[in-house]
């Protein structure tokens, strides 16, 4: 049997979710909250676009593919910081019960090159050996 899965799409991450971006004035905290709470819908609406009968999924591993509109150097753990929206969407839509490390494993992203199509793809696979996890929490 192999396990099940489901890749979403959104947008590459505003720089105001990034862990480098400072937040120091008032206005700045609340563009910060409304581009979290943003991306979290969009996230929560991508995994609910796909029905996907068996959820909750006890544990999942989330592996990212970034599209940057440009060739850089980029940070893989600002990368992943800057998902943290997107992960709680994954959450809200009922697919995985938390976003903990019990229940949802984040693999180190890759960066490739799209001028035409900036995103980040986000491919969410079911743990196998963590069928019924969902049951006992």
Same mark, same amino acid.
């Given at each position: 049997?192999?396990?099940?899965?489901?890749?979403?799409?959104?947008?590459?991450?505003? !720089?105001?979710?990034?862990?480098?971006?400072?937040? #120091?004035?008032?206005?700045?905290?609340?563009?910060?909250?409304? #581009?979290?709470?943003r991306y979290r819908k969009l996230a929560q609406?991508? $995994?609910?676009?796909?029905? $996907?009968?068996?959820?909750?999924?006890?544990?999942?591993?989330? #592996?990212?593919?970034f599209f940057f509109p440009t060739k850089h150097?980029? /940070?893989? /753990?600002?990368?992943?910081?800057?998902? !943290?929206?997107a992960y709680d969407g994954i959450v809200d839509?009922?697919? +995985? $019960? /938390? /976003?903990?490390?019990?229940?949802?494993?984040?693999?180190?992203?890759?960066?490739?090159?799209?001028?035409?199509?900036?995103?980040?793809?986000?491919?969410?696979?079911?743990? +196998?050996?963590?069928?019924?996890?969902?049951?006992?929490?």
């Amino acid at each position: 049997m192999t396990p099940e899965s489901v890749t979403i799409i959104l947008p590459l991450p505003v !720089k105001v979710l990034s862990p480098n971006c400072a937040v #120091a004035t008032p206005g700045g905290r609340f563009t910060k909250a409304a #581009a979290i709470k943003r991306y979290r819908k969009l996230a929560q609406e991508a $995994i609910e676009a796909e029905s $996907i009968e068996t959820k909750p999924w006890g544990k999942v591993t989330v #592996a990212a593919k970034f599209f940057f509109p440009t060739k850089h150097r980029r /940070d893989q /753990d600002n990368a992943v910081a800057s998902l !943290k929206a997107a992960y709680d969407g994954i959450v809200d839509s009922g697919l +995985v $019960i /938390d /976003d903990d490390y019990e229940h949802m494993e984040r693999r180190m992203p890759l960066f490739l090159f799209d001028s035409l199509y900036p995103r980040v793809e986000l491919t969410i696979r079911k743990c +196998v050996n963590a069928e019924n996890d969902s049951e006992g929490s």
